[in-house]
């Protein structure tokens, strides 16, 4: 039982570079999110989705996109990387709204 | 919006005593549900306890319960029996029902449990 997949773990960009966080769940779940956390900090909201096709902006969104293809698939886009972009990104699924999110394990992504 | 804020950026324990971590949340529904999530160092988000709302008895697995205050919006969470395996980072987390499906973090606690 995979639960949710993150790939990469671990990143390193240079400023202006692009990439693609992926995120795959196996658990047939609606909904989907994007955080990211910066040191010492709780999770912020980028962006989330409540099934296929539909995806709505988070608390922080600007320097990223998402799309909602599939109900596994959930991928975050980075455009133009800048340092402050530099954080660790959680992807997480549910289903309704009493039960818990899981998470996957994160991506440590360093802009330098 | 909904909005969680927890007090206690630190907090410290010694082994095998207890500890209350504080969390309220600020929101217009009255249909919603409470989560408090662990981070240990290994980073990976593991609930420890859920509240629902609409129900006024208080959650609780194991050593952990939850004090939860509806009208004063406070969702608090009791450690009993601290262990070494506790030290963490504590989340409060918050949905409400048939609404945006957001679900808000608050900044969480860092929790250190002393031998």
């Known amino acids: 039982n995979a639960g949710v997949t993150q790939t990469p773990k671990f990143r390193i960009l240079k400023i202006g570079q692009s990439m693609t966080l992926q995120c795959t769940q196996d658990m047939n779940h609606n909904y989907m999110y994007w955080y990211r956390q910066d040191p010492g900090m709780g999770l912020k909201l980028i962006y989330y989705?409540?099934?296929?096709?539909?995806?709505d902006k988070g608390e922080v969104p600007n320097g990223y996109n998402v799309s909602r293809s599939t109900t596994e698939d959930f991928p975050l886009r980075l455009e133009l990387a800048a340092p402050s972009q530099t954080s660790v990104y959680f992807c997480?699924?549910?289903?309704?709204?009493?039960?818990?999110?899981?998470f996957g394990q994160g991506t440590r992504l360093t802009v330098v | 919006a909904q909005t969680v804020t927890q007090s206690q950026p630190e907090m410290s324990v010694q082994e095998a005593e207890t500890v209350t971590l504080s969390c309220t949340y600020d929101t217009s529904e009255s249909n919603y549900y409470l989560f408090w999530y662990k981070q240990p160092p290994s980073r990976q988000m593991i609930l420890v306890i859920r509240?629902?709302?609409?129900?006024?008895q208080n959650a609780t697995e194991n050593r952990f319960s939850v004090n939860f205050q509806k009208a004063a919006k406070s969702f608090s969470l009791k450690i009993s029996d601290s262990q070494l395996g506790d030290t963490a980072m504590y989340f409060c987390a918050f949905i409400f029902q048939g609404g945006s499906e957001k679900l808000v973090f608050g900044k969480g606690t860092k929790l250190t449990v002393n031998p």
């Open positions: 989705s409540v099934g296929a096709g539909i995806t």
């Open positions: 509240q629902e709302a609409y129900k006024q």
């Open positions: 997480a699924s549910r289903t309704t709204v009493n039960t818990e999110a899981f």
